[in-house]
């Protein structure tokens, strides 16, 4: 199916921001929204978010990526992914500025779903809850930072490979690798892993409250070979409350094997788009049956 590419600028308190709607010929009546996270803008990654977007207008759905704030070609001042908690409100107004924004220039779509990686992934399940539009969350490796849990993943998935790394012990002998550095830093992620004291952290506490009440469909996409969704699965399976969001109907949990924070190989970003795809089908029948009951 053919489609086409239009700029669109929008305001968002102040602040001009620009976004890119990928048209098919004929469109669905389900639309996705991009959400761009960190520190990058609406290409994407080894340009994930373009190809993805015109792959799925290849299939009749409308797409629109855009530029947060401070990123890409939008004004403002950037926010890091670290600083999601005292951000969040802000991302809110972003993603939904941008929702408006593609729903007045898409006649066609009554119904949105949210596509986004790491801290993006994390402020659409915020996000989407509170908006009646949004029929479904896609969400790579979800940012979930904690000082515990970093800790925890740093040591189970990192340290504890390096021990029986052969080139870490490679380097370590050709005097390229301090020992006592590594120790170092190995000593002080287990005190960090082991400390007691509770975690204060509001926004992964909404990200769970959100996906509580959502009454979408949900996928999650975890990179096989990846720090933050490794921590994202640390933090999850230690709490009953996200144990029971992912054991509700319609939400959806796969690996992709091997792949890294981006999904850097043209492999892993196919896959990607075909779990996209399945996802979105259902979800583009229930749409075309309302407008149908209109």
Not at 4 to 10: P, T
Not at 62 to 84: K, N
């Amino acid at each position: 199916m053919k489609h086409k590419e239009r700029v669109i600028m929008f305001n968002c308190a102040g602040e001009r921001l620009l976004g890119i709607l990928t048209e098919p010929t004929t469109a669905r009546s389900l639309g996705v929204v991009i959400v761009v996270g960190g520190a990058q803008y609406r290409v994407g990654s080894h340009r994930q978010f373009t190809l993805l977007a015109r792959h799925l207008a290849a299939e009749g759905y409308p797409v629109f990526r855009f530029d947060q704030r401070g990123l890409g070609d939008s004004t403002g001042t950037a926010r890091p992914v670290e600083e999601i908690n005292e951000e969040l409100p802000e991302i809110m107004d972003d993603i939904g500025r941008a929702v408006d924004t593609f729903v007045a220039n898409s006649p066609a779509v009554r119904s949105i779903v949210l596509w986004g990686i790491c801290g993006a992934a994390s402020a659409a399940m915020v996000y989407g809850p509170k908006d009646a539009r949004v029929a479904g969350l896609v969400m790579l490796n979800p940012w979930a930072r904690g000082v515990k849990t970093y800790a925890r993943t740093q040591l189970r998935h990192y340290y504890i490979g390096r021990l029986f790394s052969k080139s870490f012990w490679q380097k370590v002998f050709s005097a390229r690798l301090r020992l006592t550095d590594s120790i170092r830093s190995l000593t002080n992620a287990v005190g960090s892993a082991a400390r007691s004291a509770p975690e204060v952290s509001d926004f992964r506490q909404d990200m769970v409250k959100g996906l509580e009440v959502f009454r979408g469909r949900s996928l999650f996409i975890l990179s096989g070979r990846d720090l933050t969704a490794r921590e994202f699965a640390q933090h999850t399976s230690d709490s009953a409350r996200w144990q029971a969001v992912f054991s509700a109907p319609g939400v959806h949990r796969i690996e992709v094997l091997g792949a890294d924070h981006t999904f850097s190989s043209q492999l892993w970003r196919d896959e990607v788009a075909r779990a996209t795809l399945s996802f979105l089908e259902p979800l583009s029948q229930l749409a075309q049956t309302a407008v149908a009951q209109d």
